[in-house]
């Protein structure tokens, strides 16, 4: 029999809640009780298993959702967080200290660029910032300080395709560890098996999918998750990135109806992409055969979930970005709001929004352009109609003749 693919995993998770419900109880504690001071002592030296100590280190509600999320992503465990960045920054820490480097990708979110930039130089940790489609000037940048390789599956906010795989066998041959960000392509693709050891997502965005919950997750080895909830020196512990209870479990609810959602977002934005750049706009979308990294993700993905739901438009200017943004949510066909992942379309001009913590000879030298419009296309019924009113407002802005 084949492998199950991601979704299969998830859905053959089965929990029952306290009084047999069919979604599990959700622990509402902060903290939890002992019969014994022995056990809170061996609790607490991590030697009780399946006894919860303080909600900061680990509840009934949040292993729930870490292995529903390690199963997704095909890792032996997982720990939830408060939010992406959440994370993001535990998990660096926990992996670099004090004369460490680190090579990322230049094209990250501006968050994770930020912290790799400005904040963890503090600790006496650097950074080299490279062209992540370029893999000798991957493997050059590389040092004998450097720890890790950081990388998200498809850049944000350009698209830009990592390949997983020949980035694994560099991080392998220098015995880094390969950090890969998926959240602009869960289910889609799966990082751990094209070599990847440590797998983070934003559940804020595709896998939560309601826009009401901020959250993240690091899907790795039991050894490396123990770790960072170890509580002398795990850094998810002692910085304190706790998802709420409550928050869990409504996460856990919307990962059941992912694999639908991702297919629906997937076909809207191929159907668009397609359509905008037959008009002639400069169209970017990972699931178009003139992207750069198109033959790539085809290898990479699981195809029953398409390229994804996100894509770019540049239409020339920051202010025919704006205008064009501000007209079409005056037609009702999305937001201008960051994030991603919503059932209707989200769409903002990334370098003066999610990338505006890169400077902007930065973001020239990328090539992310102010006319750049980033779109997460949402869960539209009859995507044709869709596409006929955005073009109606490039025609009525002079974008499209």
């Given at each position: ?43 607490f030296e991590g030697n009780a298993e399946g006894c919860y100590l303080y909600s900061r ?340 802005l002079g974008i499209l003749s």
């Amino acid at each position: 029999m084949k492998d199950f693919n991601p979704a299969d995993k998830i859905q053959d998770l089965q929990y029952f809640g306290e009084f047999g419900g069919v979604n599990p109880s959700i622990s509402d504690s902060s903290t939890y009780t002992f019969l014994s001071a022995k056990t809170m002592f061996d609790t607490f030296e991590g030697n009780a298993e399946g006894c919860y100590l303080y909600s900061r280190h680990s509840s009934p509600s949040n292993l729930y959702l870490d292995q529903a999320l390690a199963a997704m992503e095909g890792t032996e465990s997982a720990n939830v967080a408060a939010s992406g960045m959440g994370a993001i920054t535990a998990t660096l820490l926990q992996l670099c200290g004090q004369n460490d480097h680190v090579v990322s990708s230049r094209t990250i979110y501006g968050g994770t660029y930020a912290f790799l930039k400005n904040f963890t130089p503090r600790f006496g940790i650097k950074t080299t910032f490279v062209d992540i489609t370029k893999l000798d000037v991957v493997e050059a940048a590389i040092t004998e300080n450097t720890k890790v390789l950081y990388c998200e599956t498809v850049s944000n906010p350009l698209l830009e395709v990592a390949d997983i795989e020949a980035l694994s066998k560099i991080a392998r041959k220098h015995n880094l560890k390969l950090v890969v960000d998926n959240t602009f392509s869960p289910l889609s693709v799966s990082p751990i098996k094209l070599g990847a050891d440590i797998v983070i997502h934003s559940l804020t965005k595709y896998i939560n999918g309601s826009s009401d919950t901020v959250g993240g997750v690091t899907c790795a080895t039991s050894e490396f998750i123990n770790a960072l909830k170890n509580v002398n020196d795990g850094a998810s512990m002692l910085l304190g990135p706790t998802m709420d209870s409550l928050r869990s479990a409504s996460v856990m609810k919307n990962l059941r109806t992912l694999h639908i959602r991702m297919k629906q977002h997937s076909q809207n934005a191929q159907y668009l992409a397609e359509k905008f750049e037959n008009d002639g706009v400069k169209t970017v979308y990972p699931g178009l055969a003139s992207h750069s990294g198109h033959e790539l993700y085809k290898r990479m993905i699981n195809p029953e979930y398409g390229f994804g739901g996100m894509m770019t438009i540049d239409v020339g200017s920051l202010d025919k970005a704006n205008a064009l943004m501000e007209l079409m949510q005056e037609r009702n066909l999305g937001y201008l709001a960051v994030s991603l992942g919503f059932y209707k379309t989200l769409f903002s001009a990334p370098g003066t929004s999610t990338s505006s913590e890169i400077p902007m000879d930065e973001q020239l030298e990328m090539g992310l352009s102010d006319g750049l419009i980033r779109f997460s296309i949402g869960l539209d019924n009859d995507i044709e109609r869709t596409y006929q009113t955005m073009k109606q407002c490039m025609v009525d802005l002079g974008i499209l003749s």
